[in-house]
T-cell receptor, first 113, second 111 residues
Framework: NAGVTQTPKFQVLKTGQSMTLQCAQD?????MSWYRQDPGMGLRLIHY???????DQGEVPNGYNVSRSTTEDFPLRLLSAAPSQTSVYFC????????????FGQGTRLTVV | DAKTTQPPSMDCAEGRAANLPCNHS???????VYWYRQIHSQGPQYIIH???NNETNEMASLIITEDRKSSTLILPHATLRDTAVYYC????????????FGTGTRLQVML
């Protein structure tokens, strides 16, 4: 049982490049979310999904796209990377919308130069 | 969502109980209190949550005051591995996947 797996762990991009951060969970969880964490701050919600085919925006969605074609995967796309997107990105999943715990991946550290 | 207030940092001696306070004076009746922690740069880890009754699990105890305006997370026998940032989060039932993190309390457990 791998839990929530994020790839890659580290990435350096040039301004304007695009890339996809991968997130996969093997717990058959309905809910998945993406957060970013800037130095010295807590996590902020980017996008979330309540099930396959359903996504919605969080607190800081600009510059990011998501889709949810399967229960297991929830990729985060940066279409045109900017230095302001330099951050650590965490993916999380939870069983349902009730009061179950959220499981987090180990993060992707992204630097945009 | 109710706003939470936590001290920015605390120290605790190894083997002693660590008591981490959280103020949530604007909490409403349908909001739960969650605690997560983040060790170094790892992903946050769920610890415990509660509505109004005190809760205990294998990791910690959660004490919520009768008026629900504050709570305390208790790590009964802190170890060096408990050194982390602890986040107190208040959320309405049904929104556990949309967590709002503040800056938390940095707990340093010392020898």
């Amino acid at each position: 049982n791998a839990g929530v797996t994020q790839t890659p762990k580290f990435q350096v991009l040039k301004t304007g490049q695009s890339m996809t951060l991968q997130c996969a969970q093997d717990m058959n969880h309905e809910y998945m979310s993406w957060y970013r964490q800037d130095p010295g701050m807590g996590l902020r919600l980017i996008h979330y999904s309540v099930g396959a085919g359903i996504t919605d925006q969080g607190e800081v969605p600009n510059g990011y796209n998501v889709s949810r074609s399967t229960t297991e995967d929830f990729p985060l796309r940066l279409l045109s990377a900017a230095p302001s997107q330099t951050s650590v990105y965490f993916c999380a999943s939870s069983m349902d919308r009730g009061n179950t715990e959220a499981f987090f991946g180990q993060g992707t550290r992204l630097t945009v130069v | 969502d109710a706003k939470t207030t936590q001290p920015p940092s605390m120290d605790c001696a190894e083997g002693r109980a660590a008591n981490l306070p959280c103020n949530h004076s604007t909490i409403s009746g349908n909001e739960y209190v969650y605690w997560y922690r983040q060790i170094h740069s790892q992903g946050p880890q769920y610890i415990i949550h509660g509505l109004k009754n005190n809760e205990t699990n294998e990791m910690a105890s959660l004490i919520i005051t009768e008026d629900r305006k504050s709570s305390t997370l208790i790590l009964p026998h802190a170890t060096l591995r408990d050194t982390a940032v602890y986040y107190c989060i208040v959320r309405v039932y049904g929104t556990a996947s949309k967590l709002t993190f503040g800056t938390g309390t940095r707990l340093q457990v010392m020898l």
